[in-house]
């Protein structure tokens, strides 16, 4: 946990980001996007959903994942840290094959988009401390503007590419179900070695593989198609928040 993310105001930022999803998502802004209002609403409910309760929960929801998502980031930040485990999963071995690593690597690059959120709201909160002092409400539309535009444009690309990454992952049902094998054969052979890993380890690869798992409903039932549009659509209306942003300030 950062020591940003300690601060007492922290919280209203992160109430804020979730009120700017819940806009950026409703039917009302993706009717100003023609291509995009074939995409029924119960899979754009799905989808700010998942925003919500995986990569911004509330505060309270947050905090109790803390420990999870320290782990975790140490194990995307540093995946050959997991990677020697490999040479004990034989089992995950024997399904995957030559799949192994790829598995491997689709699945800790999938889950680079909830490191990468914490940068973000850092930034954003280094911003928010002088519209706060000055009383501003973050949730007001136009004083978030400003906090979302002061995030530099490579960090805003590097964050919304991670997001359609674990969404394209989440869309692919093959390799997906690889990805799942193989994270469940780590915690497995994780937990057999007590005096090497920590719980907390394997709860941050419980944490990874509930990301992946909780968003696969996302694309139930949907042609490949249809998965597609709603990548496209993720991709266009994150670029276009960040640009809005920028053109207010």
């Known amino acids: 946990m950062s020591s940003i993310s300690r601060e007492p105001e922290f919280p209203k930022l992160i109430l804020a980001y979730r009120e700017a999803l819940k806009r950026r ?12 209002t074939s995409i ?35 194990f995307v930040h540093s995946p050959s840290k997991v990677f020697g485990l490999l040479g004990s999963l034989s ?10 690593r790829s598995a491997f690597q689709a699945g800790f690059a999938a889950l680079h988009s909830y490191v990468t959120a914490q940068r973000f709201e850092e930034i954003m909160f280094i911003a928010s401390r002088s519209l706060l002092s000055e009383g501003k409400d973050l949730q007001d539309p136009n004083v978030f503007s400003k906090v979302l535009a ?7 690309d590097q964050f919304r590419d991670d997001i359609v990454r674990l969404f394209r ?18 915690v497995q052979t994780m937990r057999s070695k007590p005096k090497t890993y920590t719980e907390q380890e394997v709860e941050g690869i419980l944490l990874g593989v509930g990301i992946l798992t909780k968003g696969e409903e996302l694309f139930q039932g949907m042609s490949r198609e249809e998965m597609d549009l709603v990548l496209e659509a993720i991709d266009k209306i994150e670029k276009d928040a960040f640009e809005e942003a920028l053109k207010s300030v």
């Open 150 to 156: 002061s995030v530099p444009k490579k960090d805003a």
């Open 169 to 186: 992952t989440l869309s692919d049902r093959e390799l997906l179900n690889k990805i799942k094998q193989l994270m469940e054969s780590v």
């Open 25 to 36: 998502y409703s039917i009302e802004s993706i009717s100003k996007y023609p291509r995009f």
């Open 91 to 100: 089992s995950a071995l024997f399904k995957l094959g030559r799949h192994l």
């Open 40 to 74: 029924p609403k119960e899979r754009v409910d799905l989808l700010v959903k998942y925003f919500l309760e995986l990569l911004y929960p509330e505060w309270q929801g947050r905090q109790k994942l803390n420990g999870a998502f320290e782990s975790l980031a140490g």
